[in-house]
């Protein structure tokens, strides 16, 4: 969003490497047929992204993390900004291949225990990779339950633009906010949005403060020795950076929207003021997002508002995040992609412009329903940015690493689409949008997927006109 455009990746893992229990090298077992390799192998360190190599992992499918965190925030000031959480992550997942190693991301946290299959078992931890040896190994297909217990001190992570991300810190709690890898630096993970699993958390914290993570609580909370578990519930498929777990300080408000869904706010008392009152058009964008785009596709939605900042609102799925203030603008972005990006994610992060161009394009037309400016003109404020500007002179398709969260990767995403709807006319780009959700929600797509399904919908050749707007790093003049 145009409130969040900030980076990626980073972190080296800080405190001590844990070793385990180390095996011995394990024997290679000839695949049948192929008697000259090896039947079992490592599953790779990372999912295949370019961006981010060491993001994700191969030959794993995690079904689902059952989160199970104790947190105690900082001692006041001027005590170090640090936090000590120690965490117990049971892993439900399935090989993808016959395994004799996987790996799980984390890092700045330390692992002391492994069990695979009600069994400890061998690992090894260097820098981003928990490195899990199981015995017996893992053939294709196989379920495999994973319970890690770790923990350590938590700060306040940077990705590869040096912004806050991840398990950042605060005086009264936790900021959580991943994308695009910060997952691992509070849970043990397979973070890359191609994985996305169900979630289910137990974060027990100081008495007096409040733990929001994604979904709905699955029971009332518990209090007991000065200190207090909150419960909850995400069955619905999720990638891991959009996975929450803030602490603070909050004033809950819960109802139910107009669309029948439940809304669970969490903020700081601090924020009462304007944020509250942009929060409390919630109802009526779902209902506007729903003609757009379909049914809602979660069981929940909501916000978080912290009084800290991490500069950036994120869309961390059915609780949206935002730093310090929540304009109407950006509720209405962050509200968006629960459709856009977070049910339908990037299949790479190169992708990210479907993410966020859908999101600001969607609060073009929010703005034009509530009677300011058009779609069209805010399109036109685009193409009257000078062809020798900067912001012409990336790839939107391909901004790199470092161009993530860049105005071009938002606002010429945007003007993409707002083009395409004018040449395929409002019948269709609507049904486009539908389609997009329907077809592609609960995993991810990328850009070709989408150019395709624009083709299809429309039943025109739309080559010239993405081309122009989303690979070449010039002003578009013509499509």
């Not at 992204?49 to 995690?62: E, K, M, Q, S």
């Not at 695009?180 to 949005?193: C, L, Y």
């Not at 394009?361 to 034009?368: K, P």
């Amino acid at each position: 969003m145009p409130f969040r455009r900030r980076p990626a990746l980073v972190a080296t893992a800080t405190g001590a490497v844990a070793l385990a229990i180390l095996a011995g090298p394990s024997l290679a077992v000839a695949a049948p047929g192929n008697p000259g390799s090896p039947r079992y192998s490592a599953g790779a360190d990372g999912a295949g992204d370019p961006y981010f190599p060491l993001a994700g992992n191969g030959g794993i499918d995690v079904l689902h993390y059952d989160l199970d965190l104790d947190y105690t925030p900082p001692e006041p000031a001027p005590a170090p900004l640090e936090g000590e959480l120690q965490g117990i992550a049971t892993i439900d997942l399935v090989a993808t291949q016959d395994l004799d190693r996987f790996n799980l991301d984390l890092r700045g946290l330390t692992a002391t225990e492994v069990v695979v299959n009600g069994k400890p078992m061998s690992f090894d931890q260097v820098e981003n990779e928990l490195v899990i040896t199981p015995r017996p190994k893992l053939k294709t297909g196989s379920h495999a339950q994973v319970i890690v217990t770790y923990g350590g001190t938590t700060t306040r992570p940077t990705d590869i633009e040096g912004a806050l991300y991840g398990w950042v810190t605060t005086r009264d709690g936790a900021m959580v906010v991943s994308e695009p890898d910060g997952s691992a630096t509070w849970f043990p993970v397979n973070d890359h949005p191609t994985d996305k699993s169900t979630y289910t958390f137990e974060i027990t914290v100081p008495q007096g403060l409040v733990a929001v993570a994604n979904g709905l609580p699955s029971a009332d909370p518990t209090t007991a020795g000065g200190f207090t578990t909150w419960y909850w519930d995400a069955p619905d498929p999720m990638a891991a950076y959009l996975a929450t777990a803030s602490v603070g300080d909050y004033v809950v408000n819960e109802y139910v929207a107009a669309n029948g869904t439940p809304i669970f706010d969490a903020v700081d008392p601090a924020r009462l003021g304007a944020p509250s009152a942009a929060l409390a058009l919630t109802s009526d964008m779902l209902v506007f997002f729903e003609e757009r785009y379909g049914s809602y596709p979660f069981n929940s939605y909501g916000a978080i508002v912290d009084d800290d900042s991490v500069g950036y609102a994120l869309e961390t799925q059915t609780r949206s995040f935002f730093s310090r203030t929540a304009g109407e603008g950006t509720v209405a972005h962050e509200l968006a992609h629960q459709w856009m990006g977070d049910h339908v994610s990037p299949e790479r992060w190169a992708d990210i412009w479907l993410n966020e161009g859908w999101a600001t394009y969607s609060t073009w037309m929010w703005n034009e329903h509530r009677d300011r400016a058009t779609a069209q003109e805010s399109f036109d404020e685009i193409l009257a940015i000078p062809a020798d500007d900067e912001f012409w002179a990336s790839e939107v398709a391909d901004p790199g690493p470092l161009g993530l969260f860049t105005d071009p990767v938002y606002d010429r995403g945007a003007a993409t689409l707002h083009a395409l709807r004018v040449e395929i006319g409002d019948a269709a780009f609507f049904e486009l949008a539908k389609t997009w959700v329907e077809r592609y929600g609960g995993g991810t797509a990328s850009t070709e997927d989408f150019m395709a399904l624009a083709e299809e919908v429309s039943g025109q050749q739309l080559d010239t006109l993405f081309k122009v707007w989303l690979s070449t790093p010039s002003k578009p003049t013509t499509w």
